[in-house]
């Protein structure tokens, strides 16, 4: 579904980020992304969104080049492909939840008004916010927030879904609701890539755990290979900072 | 003197509202051209386009950095004479406050896009939106409510400098004073009362700036 072949990733005239990266999700399966900070999750997951333009390698979206010169329209159709849910959620302030999730379907998809409402009540009602629906952003907690924002992902229908830290900014009690939707999406099989470092939920949910390091994967595999017998040193001492 | 003073005035005033008028009509003008003008010179200033931000920028800081007295006298005795036209005094002064104010406009508006995180376009760009719906639907409503009292501000400047169009013959509220009193020697009660107008109508926007900052506010 996805594949990244040698991507690589400079900004400005700083040292690269991304020093090929190769990566390949199949469809339906859940990738969990680690890795200390700066060492260029973030970047790898905003280059698959085509938030950043990747300096080498490729990107195949189904077997279809994705990066390379693109026009506009592409690009923004690619992006409804893609969803994205970010650290701090950019939920639209001056919108209610429904309008928030309404927005991308009324204005892209030729969808009327009073269906995409609809529709927005119903992601409402998965995502554990019936009820909410009228509430702006700031009437919402952190965790409420968050579910609002994977609602908004999932109103475009997207083939995949790329979480950015979803659960970073969130207070302890409320990180659970959160991974709770993640883990139900899991279950329907929505194809996720996901930045995190809640290692219990990614032994649970992903298929494949990478790490990343210095702008290359260090180590990947199935969860309990890399979580209970990484190989290299570095994973090891990541792990052991994550888990204690 | 003091009842001498009151009917000074309102023998003066059917004059003056008619000044008023002029004042407000040619102000309204002035800020509705001037806010479409500042929309698209502050988007220009913030445009990846180098050639599209420079001539922004030259516009703004043409008009920021010179007296709009000169500028007045510019469209009206200048300009004609350059390329060999003529203007009415009206006209000609609707544009030159469109331009002036609307060189601010912009820069409150650039101010105004520019405070709204990337995150917020990032998020529109992320579902799937272009660039100028990003802009239009998610980035420019949050601006605008951040820019109100700025913008309300600018539009007070507006009418008080509307003022100056008097120099080229407009028959506004300081001109129509101005002749008055000249006429009368009563120079206290007619530019008291002239004061008064320019108050009341510069209170009454600002007023209502603050009523619809707390209506957008809800939101
Ligand atoms: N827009 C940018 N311009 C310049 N440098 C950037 C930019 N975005 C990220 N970087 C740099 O790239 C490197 C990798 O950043 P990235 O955000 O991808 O890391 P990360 O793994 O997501 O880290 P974190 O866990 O802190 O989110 C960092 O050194 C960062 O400073
Ligand atoms: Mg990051």
Request: hydrophobic share 45%; glycine share 10%; aromatic share 6%.
């Amino acid at each position: 579904m996805i594949t990244v072949e040698k991507l690589e990733k400079t900004y400005g005239g700083a040292a690269p980020v991304l020093k090929g990266v190769d990566l390949h999700v199949e469809r339906g399966e859940v990738v969990c992304l680690c890795g200390a900070s700066g060492s260029g999750k973030s970047t790898m997951l905003r280059c698959i969104n085509l938030l950043e333009t990747a300096d080498g390698g490729r990107i195949l979206l189904d077997g279809k080049e994705i990066t390379g010169r693109r026009s506009h329209k592409e690009v923004d159709r690619i992006r409804q492909r893609v969803g994205m849910v970010f650290q701090h959620f950019n939920l639209f302030p001056h919108m209610t939840a429904a309008q928030n999730i309404a927005l991308g379907p009324i204005r892209l998809k030729k969808t009327t008004k009073a269906e995409a409402r609809k529709e927005a009540y119903e992601l409402l009602a998965k995502v554990g916010l019936a009820g909410k629906e009228e509430s702006y952003p700031r009437q919402l907690s952190g965790g409420q927030q968050q579910r609002v924002a994977i609602a908004r992902s999932l109103a475009m229908h997207p083939e995949c879904i790329l979480f950015d830290e979803p659960t970073s900014a969130l207070d302890p009690e409320m990180v659970g609701e959160v991974l709770g939707v993640m883990k139900l999406l899991a279950a329907e099989g929505m194809t996720m890539i996901i930045v995190t470092h809640e290692m219990g939920f990614a032994r649970g949910v992903a298929d494949q755990i990478c790490f990343l390091d210095q702008g290359v994967i260090i180590e990947r595999g199935a969860p309990n290979e890399v979580l209970d017998h990484p190989k290299s040193e570095r994973t090891q001492v990541f792990l052991s900072k994550v888990l204690q | 003197m003091h009842s001498n003073a009151v009917s000074v005035i309102s023998d003066a005033m059917p004059l003056l509202l008619k000044g008023l008028w002029w004042t407000a009509a040619l102000s309204a003008l002035s800020i509705a051209f001037a806010t479409v003008i500042g929309v698209i010179v502050g988007l220009m200033r913030i445009s990846g386009n180098i050639v599209v931000r420079g001539i922004s920028t030259v516009y703004v800081n043409v008009f920021r950095c010179t007296p709009l007295l000169v500028q007045i006298l510019f469209l009206y005795f200048g300009l004609p004479e350059l390329l060999n036209f003529s203007w009415s005094p009206e006209v000609a002064g609707v544009a030159t406050l469109s331009l002036n104010i609307g060189a601010y406009v912009g820069e409150v508006v650039r101010g105004g896009v520019q405070a709204i995180g990337r995150g917020q376009t990032e998020a529109g760009r992320a579902i799937g939106l272009s660039r100028g719906l990003t802009m239009r639907l998610v980035v420019l409503p949050q601006a605008f409510r951040q820019v109100i009292p700025s913008y309300i501000n600018q539009c007070t400047i507006c009418v008080k400098d509307s003022s100056l169009l008097s120099v080229i013959g407009v028959a506004e509220l300081t001109m129509r004073g101005e002749s008055i009193y000249s006429a009368n020697f009563q120079a206290f009660p007619i530019l008291a009362a002239m004061g008064a107008l320019y108050f009341v109508v510069n209170y009454v926007l600002t007023l209502a700036s603050r009523i619809v900052e707390r209506r957008v506010s809800i939101a």
